[in-house]
Every structure is written in structure tokens, then in C-alpha cells.
Nanobody, 121 residues
Framework: QVQLVESGGGLVQAGGSLRLTCAAS????????MGWYRQDPGKERELVAV???????NYADSVKGRFTISREYAKNTVDLEMNSLLFEDTAVYYC???????????????WGQGTQVTVSS
């Protein structure tokens, strides 16, 4: 069974930094893109950053220059380094991965359980 396990959320003052980590565990053939989304209560889940299997990255405009996504392919982990945090960055952050469980099947989208990031103003 494939699982995405997140860690690193918490409470931080505005201007501070946090690092989120997500690890894919279980049995699977390959991992394609991995990324981070976030969601505020009452709002839609939005993309924060994504990194493809080839290393290409994409960021939401609101986090460009402040957040950095990185990936360790051998460990199937993805990190999100968040600097210069703003009150508006407060949300539940979800790890996302496109995983091919078997050689013969298609890609399945997996989500982590979410980790709360709270930025105090």
C-alpha cells in the first residue's frame, strides 16, 4: 500500500521559515511528479509547488522567490523550504505524488494526510 507521510508543519512568526518533508512509502514501480498543495478552510486546494521526475519545477506566483521545492529521487522524498513566511501562507499543506504502482498499470494520484502551517502576524 502506498502512503505519503508528511512532517515539518507548525507555528512560526511572520518572516520566519519552515521546512516540510514528504516521503513516499510502500511498494510501487515509479514516482513521477511530486508536489505540495495547500488549502484554507472554505477555499479550494491550490498548487504551491511541483517537481517532475525530470527535475522541472513550477511554483505558484504567490510563493516564487520565497519557497523552494527539492527532491531526493533515491529516497522518494520531496521537501518544501519556506522562507519569509506571510500570514497568508497559513493553511493545511498536502503532499501530492503521481505514482505508478505497477509496471502494467497507470499512474495513480496520492495525497498525504496534510500538515498545518500557521504563520502568526
Amino acid at each position: 500500500q502506498v502512503q505519503l507521510v508528511e512532517s515539518g508543519g507548525g507555528l512560526v512568526q511572520a518572516g520566519g521559515s519552515l521546512r516540510l518533508t514528504c516521503a513516499a512509502s510502500g511498494s510501487f514501480f515509479s514516482v513521477n511528479a511530486m508536489g505540495w498543495y495547500r488549502q484554507d478552510p472554505g477555499k479550494e486546494r491550490e498548487l504551491v509547488a511541483v517537481v517532475t521526475s525530470g527535475g522541472s519545477t513550477n511554483y505558484a506566483d504567490s510563493v516564487k522567490g520565497r519557497f523552494t521545492i527539492s527532491r531526493e529521487y533515491a529516497k522518494n522524498t520531496v521537501d518544501l523550504e519556506m522562507n519569509s513566511l506571510l500570514f497568508e501562507d497559513t493553511a493545511v499543506y498536502y503532499c501530492n505524488a503521481d505514482i505508478r504502482p505497477t509496471t502494467w498499470g497507470g499512474v495513480v494520484i496520492y495525497w498525504g494526510q496534510g500538515t498545518q502551517v500557521t504563520v502568526s502576524s
